[in-house]
Every structure is written in structure tokens, then in C-alpha cells.
């Protein structure tokens, strides 16, 4: 089930299993969070405006974004406990963007996330793309 784990058996160590389906450990601290802060900001009736979104969306994106590049550099590091932590945090940072995005479509903060994902995702994939992977 693809949808639930985006790894390969080699990246298995990145995953839970939970009721017999591999799901990805930072995933399942992400979306769960990222729902419930989209949710409770829009029942909280949230400001549209926070003068700390774009540095602390940047904040709360940067560790997973962290911890995944250095998973790709070296596939045996880290631990699933750190990779769903870091997916919570991401989470949150999510929801803010989405929510604002929701509302007004393309905030500073979502731009900002995309340019850092990009500025780091990209050179990180190019630098480990032909890295041949274990049978």
C-alpha cells in the first residue's frame, strides 16, 4: 500500500507498522497534525495576519527538512522517534500555511516554505540521485 509508505524495502527502518501496513514515520506525525491545526484555526477563528508566521513556519519546517536530507546522504541514520517528531513540527507549520492559504492564496509563509524545501530538496536529490540502491 504505496499510499500509507512512500519506501522502498531498503527504507524500511523509516516506517511503523500498524495493523500489519507500513506508514511512514514522518508522515504519520504530519498529517495527523497538519488536519488538526488546520481545523482548530479555523474553529479558533485564527488571525489571518501573525507577525512571527513566515520565521516560525521556516522553524517548523526546517528539522524534518534537516533530518530528511541527512537520511538521504546516509540511509542507515537516524530513528523513527526523531522522524516523527520532526513530522509533527512540520505539521504544524503546514497548517498555519494552509490555513492562511485557504483563505488568501499564496501567503509569505507558504511562499517561504516552498523556496526552502526547493533550495535544499533540490541540490540534496540531484547530489544522491544515481546512488545505486541495495538489493
Not at 63 to 78: E, M, N, S, T, Y
Not at 108 to 130: K, M, N, S
Request: hydrophobic share 55%; with cysteine; proline share 7%.
Amino acid at each position: 500500500m504505496f499510499w500509507l509508505s512512500h519506501h522502498h524495502a531498503d527504507e524500511y527502518n523509516r516506517t511503523y507498522v500498524l495493523a500489519g501496513v507500513r506508514v511512514c514515520a514522518r508522515c504519520l506525525g504530519t498529517y495527523p497534525v497538519l488536519a488538526a491545526v488546520f481545523l482548530g484555526l479555523f474553529a479558533l477563528r485564527a488571525p489571518l495576519a501573525w507577525a512571527w508566521d513566515v520565521p516560525v513556519g521556516l522553524g517548523l519546517t526546517l528539522p524534518a527538512l534537516v533530518d530528511w536530507a541527512v537520511g538521504r546522504f546516509r540511509p542507515a541514520a537516524g530513528h523513527n522517534a526523531v522522524r516523527t517528531l520532526t513530522g509533527v513540527l512540520l505539521g504544524v507549520g503546514l497548517g498555519r500555511s494552509l490555513y492562511l492559504h485557504v483563505q488568501r492564496p499564496l501567503p509569505a509563509v507558504l511562499l517561504a516554505q516552498a523556496l526552502l524545501v526547493t533550495g535544499v530538496a533540490v541540490p540534496v536529490i540531484l547530489a544522491t540521485y544515481r546512488r545505486p540502491r541495495p538489493d
